[in-house]
């Protein structure tokens, strides 16, 4: 059975600094991997999907990375921002499967 | 930019009540999802749906929950009885094909239900 976890579950930090989030997954038989903002109280809005034959994936100040046969996943963003302030998650899809798996998600607080 | 749109965007119930939770796809998508996210918890996968039929469902779907689509357009997820733990977020999302590395699940904004 996949699990998928992120670490940490909440990080502050100043704006203006580039931050990583990690996820990482126990079964490395996926087809791929998406990245999700969640603002409170509100829905999914996916950031980006990284295929299981890539490496990366970038979009504006956000990449993303994967490293499949390590089970591990990391959201790069750049140049923080207080906009950026929400909950990340990480979710992969396994061979086999229609079902995405979520992370239990990362809080994240940019300081103004 | 087609997007999924869910109705209610919240519902508050008896407990024992019935509630049907309405998701609109996007269009030219044939594989549809319904999640939930208790509040503070993941989000978890309840059930999949292709051509007419449920192709997956998790042992959260049990016999008080169904879904249907009623016509070329809703997808619908019922609660028969709804319990004070059914309170949640719940996501309906879509896709046009359901396995391949390019596959992404579109979700809608959700409709938070509240069990009283």
């Known amino acids: 059975k996949q699990e998928v976890t992120q670490i940490p579950a909440a990080l502050s930090v100043p704006e203006g600094e580039n931050l990583v989030l990690n996820c990482s997954f126990t079964?490395?038989?996926?087809?791929?991997l998406q990245w999700f903002r969640q603002d409170p109280g509100k829905g999914l809005t996916s950031l980006l999907l990284?295929?299981?034959?890539?490496r990366e994936q970038t979009s504006g100040r956000l990449n993303a990375s994967l490293d499949k046969s390590s089970g591990r996943s990391t959201l790069y963003i750049a140049a923080s921002q207080p906009g950026d302030s929400a909950t990340y998650l990480c979710?992969?899809?396994?061979?086999?499967?229609?079902?995405?798996?979520f992370g239990t998600g990362t809080r994240l607080t940019i300081i103004p | 930019e087609p997007e999924v749109t869910q109705t209610p965007s919240h519902q508050v119930t008896q407990m024992g009540q019935e509630v049907i939770l309405r998701c609109v796809p996007i269009s030219n998508h044939l594989y549809f999802y319904w999640y939930r996210q208790i509040l503070g918890q993941k989000v978890e996968f309840l059930v999949s749906?292709?051509?007419?039929?449920?192709?997956?469902k998790s042992e959260i779907f049990d016999d008080q929950f169904s879904v249907e689509r009623p016509d070329g357009s809703n997808f619908t997820l019922k609660i028969r009885s709804t319990k004070l733990e059914d309170s949640a977020m719940y996501f309906c999302?879509?896709?046009?094909?359901?396995?391949?590395?390019?596959?992404?699940?579109?979700f809608g904004p959700g409709t938070r239900l509240t069990v009283t």
């Open positions: 999302a879509s896709t046009e094909r359901v396995r391949g590395p390019s596959y992404e699940q579109y």
């Open positions: 079964d490395s038989a996926i087809y791929n």
């Open positions: 990284i295929q299981s034959s890539q």
């Open positions: 749906f292709y051509n007419n039929e449920i192709s997956e």
């Open positions: 979710a992969v899809l396994n061979f086999g499967n229609e079902k995405l798996t």
